[in-house]
């Protein structure tokens, strides 16, 4: 196999490119190939070769990235064609090696020098109209010399790059360029994996949906789901273990924005998103606590059959998944209820047989009373020193004792002077789900519903999994200095902070005021300290604030929407309509958001469309009805079935989702995934597709209005516009296809795609 070994640095380059000129069939023109651009047509008349797998293995260790790209290039033609490779980089890459595995003289990589690089790019930008590798620009590039494919055949090419990561404190970000475009077409796969000497707290990508493990050798590997749909740049950031005395690992993402947090928009601020972990391993003011769980289960005649079995199973899974020296109790009920013993019980060899025998002999009959069950398993006072867990398990609506959504609710909220946090599990479809995740989320619990194909004893045994040693307490975050605690700090997400359990991530969303830096403190009980109170610092400078963190305030949106939903659907228990003024200023923020930021759920989706007209007052209140119409008809009116559990699975999503896709999605009322596909996030923008034309979700109210300019593409102004917003990281907003209207720094931009 011919091999270049070769090691260059990549400076400040812009995106070239070089197309030979059409030739004849037997010696036709160089194919450029770009790992994650669409094939383009000016691409497609000049020759058939293909992109059709890209493989990135990506290997970090203590700070140095090495990245092994494989690509698979095929050429369905009948005769032999060359190809060339262009790869936009991130800054600082360089080449350490190169393999291709077919015929002829050796590939060559090299690096185009900035004049040309730039002169280049705006020629072949101008000649072919075409905006496809706009977003490209202000990225770093490697070019490979031509490789010949023959035809009907597959070549690999295979380039490793290497690139010290840059730190931010304890953060250190990678970065792997990609198309936004959602008509990809190539299937990637992309893994990672991290070693370092000092722990690694915490894993993040803004733009993809990972999952991590810890292998035997220590190192963190990371699996990038949907690698091969989702597109855009692949971005990653890890935090290590803080070596300090407090013990959190902590960083800060901020997006400046003068609208965020501000009184009319006058004050400057932006958004931000607190990552955190603490290192549960290092101090002994952070040993985890130990646990108290009482499992509260449904005996009632539904029960009866392979749920009852499974209830047992994972009632017996759990208990055997606690530590010597925690405690449990089992609370069964139908239409009365009873329990293992009058309080929790010390995990032993002896208590855990006599758990057996009891739980053995629990049978299914009768009514079900879930009012008089939760308040027996709020009694008694928990064991010192132990968090205090409840796992309630229903599988029907209250058929006995109290039936009202909004008395069990309140009764419950009343009766829990000793915070427990309830774990909520729905077996079936018949339960009453606003109920179950109020009840959890009021006491920092969280709802698992369970549908009936699934089995309850492993969906059980996931949430009791993820409850391993309790480290913080009751969390929450205020303003250090600041007399009212959050003067500066607006709308902060979650508004309750979940507890924190091993392993945990600490994630927090807000808008922020001002542009002086500022200290958040995190505060919470260390449980196995005797409930004694820890503090923790971490430091928001606006002067830090980038517009390359533009899937904060998006996902901070998310988490909003999901919260104001949740409003309405409360409210509905209490026989309060959608269209009730008490709900005026709630759904008027969830249109607003909805709109602004792409957030499109099952109640607002038509926005999507052409219609409503959005430019004038009657098109906006049309609107408006509309979006309480469909809130009336689901979030308030239905509580149970598919329709009520959809909707759950919408907002639990919404709430908790670490990415910002392109498109938005949501399950609908038979529980089948819904895109979004005229409305995309792209650049720190929100596009709708209206009348054949991309719109700038802050111009839907003037789309019919005259630009204040229009630039088409290729021309001088639009090559400069290009090279203006890559400076900001926004050169994306213009590689459409089809025409859009942007917003621009406050001007009305046109852009077409020909004259």
Known sequence: MPRLASSFAIGSLLFALSVGDAQTTNNPATQILIPSLPRRDWQIRNSPVEISDVRAAIDIREQLATTVLTLTIFNPGSTSQEAKLLLPVADGVVVRSLQYDGVGTDVAAEVLRKEDARRIYDGIVNSMKDPALVEFVGYNLIQTSAFPIPAGKSQTLSLTLEQV????????????????ALAQGKAWTIDATITSKRPIATVFSPSHDITTEVTHSGATRIRINNAATDTGTFRLSYLLENQKSDGLAATIFAYPDASAGADGGSARGGYFMLLASLNNSQHAALTPAKREVVLVLDRSGSMRGDKLLQAKAAAEQVIQGLSDGEAFNIIDYSDSVSSLALKPLIKSRETVAQAKAYLAGLESNGGTNIHDALIEAMRTNPMSGMMPLVLFLTDGLPTVGERSEVGIRDAVKAANLHRRRIFTFGVGVDVNVPLLASLAASSRGSPTLILPNEDVEVQVSRVFNRLRGPVLGLPSLSLAGDGDGLSRLRNVMPRVMPDVFEGDQIIVFGEYRGDTPMVLKISGEAIARGSDTREFEVHLDPATATVRNG???????????AALIDEVRQAGATGTAATDPALKEVIDEIVRLSTKYGILTEYTAFLATEQPKLTTASGRAAAREEIVDSLQARAVEIRTGLGGINQQA??????????????AAYLDKDMKKVEVQNVMNIANRTLY?????????RLLDKEDLPPSRTITVGTPEFISLAHRLAARNEQSSLSFTEDALLEIDGETVLIKQKE
Not at 165 to 180: K, M, T
């Open 165 to 180: 990561l840059p730190a931010d404190g304890n953060r250190i970000d990678f970065s792997l360029p990609r198309s936004e």
């Open 551 to 561: 899937f904060v305030p998006r996902l901070w949106a998310s988490r909003k929407v």
């Open 650 to 663: 919408n907002n639990d999503r919404a709430a908790s989702v670490l990415n910002a896709p392109q498109r």
């Open 689 to 697: 597709f209206r009348n054949n034309r991309w719109v700038d979700s």
